[in-house]
């Protein structure tokens, strides 16, 4: 499934929009303005939350954890030592975990899992800022997926919020 997403410019907090490829409002991100640390409710487009995702706070690298009914349901970490690229490991229930590596500052990165892509983030066809494309394969959990890309541009451009960037 292809998803554009794009970052609400004028709003209080970090606000995301996402579309499916035939430009249908499919999830809303509704980041918290005024709290500590990053908080952001992922949520259908009736106003459901799916997910609930949070800054780690006093963590030794950037860290965001995702919330499902209530439960942990995944830890989102950059590591600190990769060589020439950055990456990030997703950690869910069971052996299902996965890897991010790319070019995050430019929004073209892939998820792995077991070696193989599970989905692909890209702002190659886009020109305007702080929107990309993000394709997931068929069978894989679009939201957790979703989720874990909002994570990831909160840690890399952090600095757009005057905070530590990537």
């Keep these: 499934m292809r998803y554009v997403m794009k970052q609400k410019m004028l709003s209080w907090g970090d606000d995301f929009i996402i579309k499916d490829a035939e430009g249908r409002d499919c999830f809303f991100v509704d980041g918290k303005a005024f709290s500590i640390g990053h908080k952001l409710s992922f949520q259908d487009m009736t106003g459901s939350e799916l997910a609930f995702i949070r800054q780690k706070l006093l963590a030794w690298r950037p860290t965001y954890e ?18 020439f690229r950055s990456k990030f490991i997703v950690d869910v229930p069971g052996p299902m975990d996965f ?12 998820f792995t899992r077991e070696g193989s892509t599970i989905a692909a983030v890209s702002r190659k066809w886009f020109s305007w800022s702080d929107t990309y494309g993000v394709d997931i394969a068929d069978g894989q959990d679009d939201v957790i997926l979703l989720a874990t890309t ?5 840690i890399c451009h952090d600095d757009r919020h005057g905070g530590v960037g990537d």
Excluded: P, S
């Excluded at 890897?99 to 892939?110: A, K, M, P, S």
């Excluded at 909002?150 to 909160?154: K, R, S």
């Design 66 to 83: 995702v919330y499902r009914e209530g439960q942990l349901y995944a830890i989102i970490k950059k590591k600190l030592l990769a060589f």
């Design 99 to 110: 890897d991010v590596q790319g070019n995050f500052t430019d929004h073209e990165y892939v």
């Design 150 to 154: 909002v994570a990831i541009d909160m």
